[in-house]
Structure formats: structure tokens, C-alpha cells
């Protein structure tokens, strides 16, 4: 049932961003729009995401049975900021269980990204630290990539995943699906 919610939900927001993009699409152009603008220095943007972790042994023993019975499904929310087009910092926090701690994870990194001309796709790298709150209250480390791609140069998805290595209990990785604003 998760999954399935998680899945509708992905493809509800993809329709959505889609349709906010055609604002954006110049008439004499047909539809396609200048995508060089789409990432810029001094850029704000900010971040709702799903996300879904799974721990050492589930990560080290995979299977599709493992995964589903054993893996985390959460939402969060992020900012980052931009100094130049290629190097900003970001901050997320992210729930998975809201009958303990509200907030499971709070975290800041480094981030650089690379746009690939203009084709809206900009590949990330990141690497950072934060709090754990929930289950074992510990520090991290993390590091970890993904891909953006905006379809306007405001509205854009993105997926990435990380390696978490709490400073005392056993590493597991968490995946993030999302959209994001920037301004």
C-alpha cells in the first residue's frame, strides 16, 4: 500500500511540474525554451521529498522481499543555496516515524553540481554531516550523488541517494524523491 501511494504520488507530481512548465514555453520558439538560465549562482531553492532508507544488512543481503519488508518510507523538506552555479550548501530534515521524534535526521552538506549545456539535467555530488534523532540519537557523516532536471528554470525533480555513517551504529543508506523550487 506504501509503495502504491508513493508511486501515485510520483507520477501526480511529474503531471503536475509538467503542466506548471508549460507556462513558461515561448510561442515562437514551439516547445522548447531557453534552458541555459536554469541554474544560476546566487540561487535559493527549496526542496519537499519522499524518502526511503534501508539498513546495512537489508543493503549487504539484497532482495526485492528484504527492501520491501524492511525499508523506511519518510518526507522532508530542504533549502539550499547557491554561491556560484556550480558549488552551494543545503540543509533537509526528514521524518520516517512521527511517533517518536518529529524530526528523524537534520543535516547540512556540500554540494556541487554539474549542468550538462542545456538540457536542464545537472548531475550532484554532496557530502556533509548532521543528527540523528529517532531510534539512536548519534552524529553522521554522509556522502552521495544524484541528478536534477528542471523543467523550467523555478521548477525542477530530482533523485538521489546517500550513505549514512552514524558515529555509533552501523551505516545504511537513504534514497530521496522530490521537487524543487528555486528562486
Same mark, same amino acid.
Given at each position: 500500500?506504501?509503495?502504491?501511494?508513493?508511486?501515485?504520488?510520483?507520477?501526480?507530481?511529474?503531471?503536475?511540474?509538467?503542466?506548471?512548465?508549460?507556462?513558461?514555453?515561448?510561442?515562437?520558439?514551439?516547445?522548447?525554451?531557453?534552458?541555459?538560465?536554469?541554474?544560476?549562482?546566487?540561487?535559493? !531553492?527549496?526542496? &519537499?521529498?519522499?524518502?526511503?532508507?534501508? #539498513?546495512?544488512?537489508?543493503?549487504?543481503?539484497?532482495? /526485492?522481499?528484504? @527492501?520491501?519488508?524492511?525499508?523506511?518510507?519518510?518526507?522532508?523538506?530542504?533549502?539550499?543555496?547557491?554561491?556560484?552555479?556550480n558549488l552551494g550548501i543545503g540543509?533537509?530534515?526528514?521524518?520516517?516515524?512521527?511517533?517518536?521524534?518529529?524530526?528523524?535526521?537534520?543535516?547540512?552538506?556540500?554540494?556541487?553540481?554539474?549542468?550538462?549545456?542545456? !538540457?536542464?539535467? &545537472?548531475?550532484?555530488?554532496?557530502?556533509? #554531516?548532521?543528527?540523528?534523532?529517532?531510534?539512536?540519537? /548519534?552524529?553522521? @557523516?554522509?556522502?552521495?550523488?544524484?541528478?536534477?532536471?528542471?523543467?523550467?528554470?523555478?521548477?525542477?525533480?530530482?533523485?538521489?541517494?546517500?550513505?549514512?555513517?552514524?558515529?555509533?551504529?552501523r551505516y545504511y543508506g537513504v534514497?530521496?524523491?522530490?521537487?524543487?523550487?528555486?528562486?
Open positions: 500500500m506504501k509503495n502504491q501511494i508513493l508511486i501515485g504520488g510520483t507520477i501526480l507530481m511529474l503531471a503536475a511540474m509538467s503542466a506548471l512548465g508549460a507556462e513558461n514555453v515561448s510561442s515562437d520558439q514551439g516547445l522548447q525554451y531557453d534552458q541555459g538560465d536554469s541554474y544560476r549562482a546566487n540561487e535559493l !531553492s527549496l526542496d &519537499a521529498f519522499g524518502t526511503a532508507s534501508l #539498513g546495512r544488512y537489508t543493503i549487504e543481503n539484497w532482495s /526485492a522481499s528484504r @527492501a520491501r519488508h524492511n525499508g523506511q518510507l519518510g518526507a522532508g523538506l530542504g533549502l539550499n543555496y547557491f554561491f556560484i552555479r540543509a533537509d530534515v526528514y521524518s520516517e516515524n512521527t511517533t517518536r521524534a518529529f524530526i528523524d535526521s537534520a543535516e547540512a552538506n556540500l554540494i556541487l553540481r554539474f549542468p550538462l549545456g542545456q !538540457s536542464g539535467f &545537472a548531475p550532484y555530488a554532496f557530502g556533509g #554531516g548532521g543528527r540523528q534523532f529517532d531510534m539512536v540519537k /548519534a552524529w553522521f @557523516a554522509q556522502v552521495g550523488g544524484g541528478i536534477e532536471y528542471r523543467f523550467t528554470p523555478h521548477i525542477g525533480a530530482f533523485v538521489d541517494a546517500r550513505w549514512v555513517l552514524p558515529d555509533e551504529a534514497a530521496r524523491l522530490g521537487v524543487r523550487f528555486a528562486f
